[in-house]
């Protein structure tokens, strides 16, 4: 008894690349059938090492993890590697790459070098002049600042929430939903020692806080539904007070 077989479903990329002299941005469409709980990054795969061993792409661990598998699905932003084929009933996927981001090839772009400036925009580490006495017992912590610090530590840097961010996509200098989350995580942080007037300094501007239109789709998109609104509306009620 033959398999049944899947649907046919199609696949459109944008190409380019940006180092070619020749090259110029066009879709190319790919056929291929779907099979069971199919999902794009497996799709890409298929296409890579059956139809087109030129297509770039970026992935690692393909399961949502080390967030190097962000691209545009129709329109939206969202990760390769937990888009189901099966949630596209027309079967009709237009892949294009994020924006926001310095393209490399095809889908592939450099979220790397966005993440790395903004790290150090936002001076992403502890800040504190206590000494770490390694013999002690560590600083004890409450667990419900743990837990919340722990949750905005699940950010995986994978750049949708600022491809979906329009503010971001206007201003080249702007921190993004990312950044934000980054600032709300060191400021409920108990082991950092900076003042609202610290953070003032380093994001009390429209490139940072206010530049935020509050359109919601950073937190509508990110695949680790981070809070980022209640995050990002927290930080600029402390923020505001000092304008
Ligand atoms: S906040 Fe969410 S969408 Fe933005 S980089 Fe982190 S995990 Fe990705
Ligand atoms: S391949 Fe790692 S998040 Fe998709």
Redesign the pocket.
């Known amino acids: 008894m033959s398999a049944k077989k899947g649907r046919e479903i199609t696949i459109s990329v944008l190409k380019f690349n940006p180092r070619s002299k020749i090259s110029k941005p066009h879709f190319v469409d790919y056929k291929l059938e779907e099979t069971p709980g199919m999902t794009l ?1 497996i799709a890409l795969n298929i296409i890579r090492e059956t139809l087109d061993p030129d297509l770039s792409f970026d ?11 962000g691209m545009v699905v129709n329109g939206k932003p969202a ?3 937990r888009t189901l084929i099966t949630n596209y009933p027309s079967g009709k996927l237009q892949l294009m790459p994020m924006p926001a981001f310095e393209l490399i090839k095809d889908l592939s772009v450099n979220t790397g070098k966005w993440m790395d400036a903004m790290s150090k925009r936002v001076e992403s580490w502890i800040h504190t002049q206590k000494e770490t006495d390694i013999e002690k017992i560590e600083q004890k912590v409450e667990p419900e600042l743990a837990e919340e610090t722990f949750e905005l530590d699940r950010c ?1 840097e ?1 750049g949708v929430c600022v491809a979906s961010c329009a503010t971001a996509l206007m201003r080249p200098d702007f921190v993004g939903p990312v950044g934000l989350n980054r600032i709300a995580r060191f400021e409920i942080d108990p082991h950092d020692d900076r003042t609202t007037e610290d953070y003032y300094e380093l994001v009390g501007d429209d490139s940072g806080i206010f530049g935020c239109m509050s359109l919601l789709a950073c937190q509508d998109h990110c695949p680790k539904h981070l809070p980022l609104q209640s995050k990002i509306a927290y930080l600029r009620r402390k923020l505001v007070s000092l304008r």
Not at 59 to 69: E, L, Q, T, Y
């Open positions: 990054f992935f690692v661990c393909r399961a949502g993890i080390c967030g190097s598998c990760l390769a590697c995986i994978c």
